[in-house]
């Protein structure tokens, strides 16, 4: 089982920049491809980057803006993200896929089976 927790959300004016953090803890080994979720207040949950073996892939609403990256002597995944706007605004999930499953984009990602952090909330204001 692999737990993960996320930290660096919080408040920032539009065009302004958050880097989120993600520890992987317990069984990390068996992790290849990690990433990014984001959920907006009534809306579903959003794909937004992924990154392992090799590959990274983007959500074309964040690409450009955010980069995804890890350490991996760390087992720590990172977001930045850089001119953030206000519909930015959401709870932002990191995820694992399980079982050391390849992810070679993020439409495989979003379909894999996967561990889930709590969240952590991220709010753009104008």
């Known amino acids: 089982q692999v737990h993960l927790a996320e930290s660096g959300g919080g408040s920032v004016q539009a065009g302004g920049s958050l880097r989120l953090s993600c520890e992987l803890s317990r069984d990390t080994n068996s992790i290849v491809s990690m990433g990014w979720f984001r959920q907006a207040p009534g809306l579903g949950m959003q794909g937004l980057a992924v990154i392992g073996g090799g590959i990274t892939s983007y959500s074309e609403s964040v690409k450009g803006r955010f980069t995804i990256s890890q350490d991996n002597a760390k087992n720590t995944l990172y977001l930045q993200m850089n001119s953030l706007k206000p519909e930015d605004t959401a709870m932002y999930y990191c995820?694992?896929?399980?079982?050391?499953?390849?992810?070679?984009?993020?439409?495989?990602?979003?379909?894999?089976?996967?561990?889930w952090g709590q969240g952590t909330q991220v709010t753009v204001s104008s």
């Open positions: 995820a694992a896929a399980r079982r050391g499953i390849f992810c070679p984009d993020l439409v495989a990602f979003v379909k894999a089976e996967k561990y």
